[in-house]
């Protein structure tokens, strides 16, 4: 629903079937303008994909959102995540919270 909703919206979507997949997406070196992760998945939670990614030279200042219904939000933070959303009540302001800060990316990127 949240890939059909982004896609809808204009945004190229990329997902990964589990963590681990998505792991080695990220650790490839693709650029993204954006990771929004599940925190329950197969392999590596969000939490730990989060850790990870921040731990990469190209993921330190990407934007990170964590869709989750059991993760608080200083757990979200503390991983390094920009943004938690609580699902099902948050998927709605997937889109919003995506474009905010995106446009807040590259304003920073355009400041260095």
């Known amino acids: 629903m949240v890939r059909e909703t982004l896609a809808l919206e204009g945004w190229e979507v990329e997902t990964c079937a ?3 997949a998505a792991m080695k997406r990220i650790a490839s070196g693709a650029r993204f303008d954006l990771l929004l992760l599940d925190y329950d998945l197969p392999g590596l939670n969000g939490v730990q994909l989060v850790q990870r990614a921040r731990k990469l030279a190209h993921c330190r200042r990407i934007p990170i959102i964590i869709l989750s219904a059991a993760l608080d939000e200083t757990a979200a933070r503390m991983a390094g995540a920009d943004a938690l959303l609580r699902k099902p009540e948050d998927i709605s302001a997937v889109a919003e919270a995506i474009s905010r800060l995106v ?4 304003y920073q990127d355009s400041e260095t």
Do not use: H, I, L
């Not at 446009?103 to 590259?106: D, L």
């Open 103 to 106: 446009k807040v990316a590259k």
């Open 18 to 20: 589990d963590g681990s």
